[in-house]
């Protein structure tokens, strides 16, 4: 009894982990219309050391009934040690479904796409894990050598000969590749989902009208960037420069001026006339400084009654003795 609850438990187990992989694997979308075929484009530079290449793919707009592109870019991986599969559509029963990329310790299965950049089908040449560092193959991969400088160089797995850019695996004109028994391993492996920087990408990208193919006529102006694309629905843009409640207060000293100056300034021009009347106060004290010069003129003339002291003198024949000497 024991033993059969036990193999019950397992089953069940195993039957709730492959339905976890399917869920990750494949989403409901499906469309009738085969998507547009891959855009070719050079890839930027990766600008941070520990950033993997998310290639550009195209996804569906419901509403808008088109498909969009959506930009190549770089990005940091959830963890250290992981790998990323690119999403791919499949034909399947007369639709094409998309199948959504995730992150695992391996590169599954996605639909032999030739994505470019490192995505040729099968696999990623791109760069691998080495140490707890992701080094980067230059033959493959475009990086700033000024940032980063854990790169080799492996020539083997460049593929010069394909140049199928079909976007879609099966049905008719699509890529015919079924998964390898690495592939196989790889998808029966815990996954993890987009990140929430992969998904604001997607719904930036799909707010660019000028991504979608009914008017780029499947080449997209642009078709990858430096970096994830999530600033463009920003937010506190406004609150950040609405409230600049300072801007009156530096502003509301100037109601002053006017108000000093009026009471000596003709009403409407407050501004300039008071220059002249602030001057005018200056130039008038100077003639007053320079008037008083005449009146010391006056006083120089005062000694003059110095000869009234011979009278003075008189009493004690001051005037006789000089008439005497004489």
């Not at 560092?133 to 797995?157: E, K």
């Not at 609150?239 to 502003?251: H, I, L, M, S």
């Not at 008038?284 to 110095?306: D, E, G, I, T």
């Amino acid at each position: 009894m024991k033993k059969t609850v036990l193999s019950l438990t397992l089953l069940l187990a195993v039957s709730l982990m492959a339905i976890q992989v399917d869920a990750q694997v494949s989403v409901g979308i499906s469309v009738r219309v085969a998507p547009p075929a891959i855009p070719v484009y050079v890839q930027p530079p990766c600008p941070v050391e520990g950033y993997l290449w998310i290639p550009g793919y195209w996804a569906w707009d419901e509403d808008a009934g088109d498909y969009y592109w959506v930009p190549g870019y770089w990005s940091a991986p959830p963890s250290v040690g992981l790998y990323w599969t690119p999403g791919y559509w499949g034909w399947n029963g007369g639709v094409y479904s998309w199948h959504v990329g995730y992150w695992g310790p391996h590169v599954g299965y996605y639909g032999g796409i030739n994505y470019g950049c490192g995505y040729g089908g099968t696999g990623y040449y791109g760069g691998e894990w080495y140490g707890g560092r992701f080094r980067y193959n230059t033959a493959v991969t475009r990086v700033n050598t000024t940032v980063i400088h854990n790169t080799y160089v492996n020539r083997r797995v460049v593929n010069n000969v394909t140049v199928n850019r079909v976007s879609y695996n099966g049905g008719p004109g699509g890529v015919n590749y079924r998964p390898n028994s690495r592939e196989q391993a790889a998808m029966n492996e815990r996954h993890v989902e987009r990140t929430p920087v992969q998904m604001q990408h997607q719904q930036a990208a799909m707010r660019d009208r000028g991504g979608f193919a009914s008017l780029n006529h499947g080449r997209p102006a642009t078709p990858a960037v430096s970096r994830p694309v999530v600033n463009r629905p920003v937010v506190n843009r406004p609150v950040v420069n609405r409230p600049a409640v300072n801007r009156p207060v530096v502003n509301r000293p100037t109601d002053n001026r006017p108000v000093m100056n009026r009471p000596g300034a003709a009403p409407g021009r407050p501004v300039n006339r008071p220059q002249p009347q602030m001057n005018r106060p200056q130039a008038r004290p100077m003639p007053q400084q320079a008037r008083p010069m005449p009146q010391q003129r006056q006083q120089q003339p005062q000694p003059r009654p110095m000869p009234q002291a011979r009278p003075g003198g008189q009493p004690h024949g001051g005037g006789e003795r000089e008439h005497h000497h004489r």
